[in-house]
Structure formats: C-alpha cells, structure tokens
C-alpha cells in the first residue's frame, strides 16, 4: 500500500529532523545567554519566560508571542515534566540555574528548546497521520495503524499493544506519544545540542 510507504518516509527520522527539528535547534543555538546563572526564582521566571516566548516566537508561531506569565508558565510546566522524571520538580530546575549545577542556567534553557521540539514532532506525525487516514474508514484506520506497528513495531514501547492495531485506530495519541518516546531515545533529532 502506498499510503504506509509514503507515511513512512514522513516519519523518517531525516525527514522529521529537516521538517521541524533543524528549526528548533537553531533557535536555541541562536538565543544569546548573559549569564550561566540567576540569582534569583524571580530572575528565573523571567529568563525562562522570556526564552520560551522567544522560542515560540521563531518556531511554533513565527512572529507570535504570547503573555509574559502564559509563557513564564509553560516554561516552568515543560521543566516541571522533565525534572519530575528525573525526581526532581520546579526548585531542583532553579536550584541547577542559581548555582550552576548540572549545566546551569544553559541546560534549563536546552531542556525547554527539547520539550518544545517534542511536542513540534509530535504535532508533526498527527498531522501525518491525520493526511494519509481518512476517519470515516475504520477498516481503513486499522490498516494503516497495522502496517505502521508491523513497521515501527521495534521502536514503540511494550507499552503498545502491537496485535490489537484496532486499539489504536480510534485515537492515535498513545501510538503516537509511543512512537515520539522511543525518537526521543534513539533519534539522532533528539539529540542535545
């Protein structure tokens, strides 16, 4: 089929680095950092806000941007996640800012510029799957998403189910979020700057 090879080359980890990640870490190369660290949590909200604003602005809205306390949020929500799986939360993130830690203030920012980039290519292979599968076709949907785990099946996590592709072709965000979390633990377009 057609439509599987043609989904596939979307998804291919080059292709993905060329169509989003390529932007994003450019943005973050091109973002000038006065200092390696904050000395203070309101210094903190601010320079993370107005990185992620900055980022925003360049690669998910070109030319957009968004309130100083939405984007201070969404920063602090992006670190929160990550740090939170590394057992941390918001105060481990201020804490490696301030006192330069674990790569400082420039290893907070990286970590919003990735988290922005996951979400780029996530919203990248949505839109994929979204153009090659027509939702009024169920048995059009389960054979895509079949073909899809036939093909990837190796980089999806056991989390993923892979001899009930009809599990999936209802609501794609698990095997998408799947797919996305095995690119970011092997792909070359997750990999730190």
Partial sequence: MS???????LLDERTIAREVGIAHDNARMSYPLRSNTVASFDEFAS????Y?????????APGGAMSRTDAQSRAKE?????YRRRHGD?????NDAHDGTNGG???????????????????????????YV???????????????????GLNLSSS???DQPERYAQNFNELIRAYVGSMQQTSSVFRRL
Avoid at 52 to 60: A, E, L, M
Avoid at 105 to 131: G, M, P, Q, S, W
Wanted: proline share 1%; charged share 30%; glycine share 2%.
């Fill in 3 to 9: 439509a599987i090879r043609d989904m596939l080359n």
């Fill in 47 to 50: 320079v993370i806000g107005e």
């Fill in 52 to 60: 992620y604003n900055y980022h925003f602005g360049r690669c998910v």
């Fill in 78 to 82: 992006a670190l929160e996640r990550e």
């Fill in 90 to 94: 918001i105060v481990s993130a201020y």
């Fill in 105 to 131: 203030l420039r290893v907070i920012l990286d970590t919003i510029a990735e988290a922005l980039k996951a979400e780029a290519v996530e919203r990248h292979i949505r839109e994929v799957f979204d153009r």
């Fill in 134 to 152: 027509t939702p009024n076709s169920w048995e059009q949907k389960v054979e895509i998403v079949r073909q899809f785990i036939a093909q990837c």
């Fill in 160 to 162: 993923i189910n892979k």
